[in-house]
Structures are given as structure tokens and as C-alpha cells.
């Protein structure tokens, strides 16, 4: 989410060299060669058009989070925040972010924290806004996850996916479970297991055991990082949710949600040396 200004080219140039360092810790250096990358965008989706006189985004303001999914969301993001930081003022009985006055104090407590650091409210509300695209909009979701789909050749071993993303590129693989080669599958900074919210709206439906599909066949190795602070990541263990994920705390510093710190971690490194083994 949140990288809608940003293109593919763009993304690449950050995640590289991130991602070669994690690597590189891993004792793997030079193990990736220029083109072996891909970045599948689509944030330009999440982007209003250009309007002559009238280029830019949309200001949000607090009144502008929906009730419903968006104020349950961000309830549930400023109790993550205070329950790891004491920065972070906790939210009191009325937790629930009913209106736009409660909305607002929770934007404004989340702006303590790490991972909301340096955004401005507007910004939060668009993240917001961005979830519940994805996830209540069947058109947007589809051309999302179609952005996804169409960089599963054959020759695809390591899906690597942050944040938002690592829902949409679940989702991709499992509409192509029994087709793509896709050995390991390498989530960061994920939502995936936030039950209710997220968990229980994927595609396809968790089972009737409460378990989601797994997203590629009994070969596919499966490794979810999280750092103790990613608000985003409020599920750190996604194994109650999807069963043999192999789950990794990691210490990202004060910037909990970026992609930088957990592709320069040695052991996201060592879980995509794995699947290009």
C-alpha cells in the first residue's frame, strides 16, 4: 500500500540492492543476476487521474474513514501500536472508532508510533482506503491481482511479498495452486492472519476447519516475517491460520514496517536462497 506515486522501475531500484545485502548475509552473494527480478505494480491503480489545473491526490480527513472495515481496521492498528510502544497512547474503552472524532484520535496516536512516523494524516487515511479497496471492490481486486498473475511464468521459483502485497500475491497463487513453480514463498510485514478484517475475507475462503488454502503444492516452502512492532503485521504467527508456515520475529529498528530492513535480514535471505536452490 501507500506506493501509488511509485512504479515498477522505481520499486526495483530499492528492493535490489536490499534484497542482494539479505542475501549476501545469508552467505549467498552473487547468487542473483541482473533480469532474474521481477516487481509486479499496481499502485498506479490505487491513483486518481490527472485533472487539468487539478493534478494530485485527494486530501483525506478523519470523517473520511468509513465505519465499518476501515474503522475496525484502524482500531485494531492503534491497538497493535500501543500494546508495543508507550509512546503510543491506548485507546480507551471505546475502542470500536465509531466516528470521525474517535477516528481522528486514533490517527493522532498512531502518529506516535514507528510505523506511522512521518505520515501525514491524509496518508493514513489512504492506506486505509487502499485495504478496503483491494478487499471490498471486486473490480479493483481482480485487476490487482491480475497485475500479479501475469509474472507467474514457469521459469518464477522465489515469490518475495510486503504488506498489502503479500495478500494480493497469496491470492494470485492460489487461483494458479496446481500451475506455477513458485517454490518459496516469502512474506513480510504481512496481514494475512488479522482474523475477521483480513484472514476471513481471502480468496479462496478459509475451509470449514478454520484453515486457508495453501498457495502451491506440498513442495512449496512457505516463510512469514515479522518485526514485534509492524503494526500492519498484527498476526505474527501465521501458522494457527494456514498451518506449516515457518515464522520469523525480526528487529527492523524504528522503521518496523519498511521493506528495507526485512529484505536486508539474513534470514529473509536465507528462505529465498532456499527456493532458488
Known amino acids: 500500500m501507500a506506493q501509488q506515486l511509485r512504479g515498477k522501475e522505481d520499486l526495483l531500484a530499492e528492493w ?31 491513483r486518481p487521474p490527472g485533472e487539468v489545473l487539478a493534478v494530485g491526490e485527494r486530501v483525506y480527513r478523519a470523517g473520511d474513514v468509513a465505519e ?20 503510543v497512547v491506548a485507546p480507551g474503552a471505546d475502542t470500536l472508532v ?30 486505509l482506503k487502499q485495504v478496503s479497496g483491494y478487499l471490498l471492490d471486486p473490480v479493483t481486486r481482480l485487476k490487482t491481482r491480475r497485475r ?15 504488506s498489502l502485497g503479500s495478500v494480493v500475491a497469496y491470492e494470485a497463487l492460489c487461483a494458479v495452486r496446481l500451475r506455477h513453480r513458485v517454490r518459496a514463498f516469502v512474506t513480510v510485514g504481512s496481514p494475512l492472519g488479522i482474523r475477521n478484517l483480513i ?7 478459509p ?20 518485526d514485534a512492532a509492524d503494526v500492519v503485521a498484527l498476526e505474527k504467527d501465521l501458522g494457527p491460520r494456514f498451518g506449516r508456515v515457518r515464522n520469523i520475529r525480526t528487529h527492523n529498528g524504528a522503521h518496523a514496517h519498511d521493506i528495507r530492513p526485512y529484505l536486508t535480514e539474513r534470514r529473509t535471505g536465507e528462505a529465498i536462497a532456499a527456493g532458488l536452490r
Open 16 to 46: 535490489l540492492p536490499a534484497l542482494r545485502d539479505g542475501l549476501d548475509r545469508a552467505g549467498v552473494a552473487g547468487l542473483l543476476a541482473d533480469g532474474d527480478v521481477g516487481m509486479a505494480f499496481y499502485g498506479d491503480l490505487f
Open 68 to 87: 465499518g472495515f476501515e474503522s475496525e481496521l484502524l482500531a485494531a492498528w492503534w491497538a497493535a501500536a500501543a500494546e508495543t510502544d508507550p509512546s
Open 98 to 127: 465509531r466516528t470521525p472524532r474517535t477516528a481522528q484520535t486514533a490517527l493522532r496516536a498512531l502518529s506516535a508510533s514507528p510505523f506511522m512516523a512521518g505520515l501525514a494524516l491524509r496518508t493514513m487515511v489512504g492506506d
Open 148 to 162: 500479479v498473475s501475469e509474472l507467474l511464468t514457469g521459469e518464477v521459483e522465489v515469490v518475495v511479498a510486503h
Open 199 to 205: 484472514f476471513d475475507r481471502l480468496r479462496p475462503s
Open 207 to 226: 475451509g470449514a476447519d478454520g484453515i486457508g488454502a495453501w498457495p502451491g503444492d506440498d513442495n512449496l516452502i512457505w516463510t512469514n516475517l515479522a
